[in-house]
DNA sequence: TTGACATGAAACCAAAAGGTTTTATATAAT
DNA sequence: ATTATATAAAACCTTTTGGTTTCATGTCAA
């Protein structure tokens, strides 16, 4: 991991497991191992991902009896909002920005229609 | 580098070096050894961001007589701004938002008051 | 009090990231 | 024709990332 210097939100949003495990966390507070059931890796390695993601402040722990329940803090994404409002301009038309999305969309498959079953990142 | 994967957006944006390129471009296309000139790393080094944020579709190169010149795409933060709209629900109120906007504008020392002369990330 | 559970922390590892230097090639200018 | 400019590409290096395994610790439950 890092030495001195704290993951910034971009960083910590870079990775594909940090925005599933932000996902997870939207639906409600959640202990390490239950986080840790949803992927097919160590528990180990989501405490760290968990770190980071404390890092940049997205997501803050409380120890409660013997787990550790996790939050999610969205604040921080206020900066990455701000980052991107200052490329609005640079969109000459309305088109190009519904293009991509759905193109991105269908790479998924268009599933997040049943909301139930899926596991996928916020569309 | 990477070997096969391609960079998706979220890991393009992740290093400061290459969202400062982003914003050099947004100002009109360049070359790079002209985009080179606002850093204080190499040439070589500054052509593999390049690379990266090309990947990503952030940017695209066409070579103009013995230097190729980069221009800024935009389009893919489109998907960027859809998934931050995913989290729009969970701010309870607006000024926790603006608390964060605010404190990250003043580790800067709000120095995005001179258009001309800024230097730093759109703030 | 004895396990079982939930986490913390350390040591270790391979691969990727982010740089450098060197060498080669194409184009422009004199 | 020669030289200077602009880039490309390869080899190399160090640090960071993202993962593992192992061992220690605190807490709940029987």
């Known amino acids: 991991m890092s030495a001195a210097e704290k993951h910034d939100v971009f960083q910590a949003i870079a990775d594909p497991t940090r925005r599933k ?24 390695a989501i405490a760290k991902h968990l770190h980071i993601l404390s890092e940049a402040e997205l997501v803050s722990g409380r120890k409660v009896g013997r787990e550790k329940r996790f939050r999610l ?28 999305v759905i193109e991105k969309s269908g790479e998924n498959g268009l599933k997040v229609i049943d909301k139930e079953k899926d596991t996928n990142e916020p569309s």
Do not use: C
């Not at 507070?29 to 059931?37: G, N, Q």
């Not at 206020?78 to 038309?93: C, G, H, I, P, T």
């Open 21 to 44: 495990v932000l996902q997870l966390l939207a639906e409600g507070d959640l202990p390490i191992s239950e986080i840790t059931s949803h992927f097919s890796m160590s528990r180990t």
């Open 73 to 100: 803090q969205p604040e921080p994404l206020a900066e990455l909002k701000q980052w991107l409002s200052f490329y609005d301009r640079f969109w000459d038309n309305k088109l190009s920005i519904l293009k991509h």
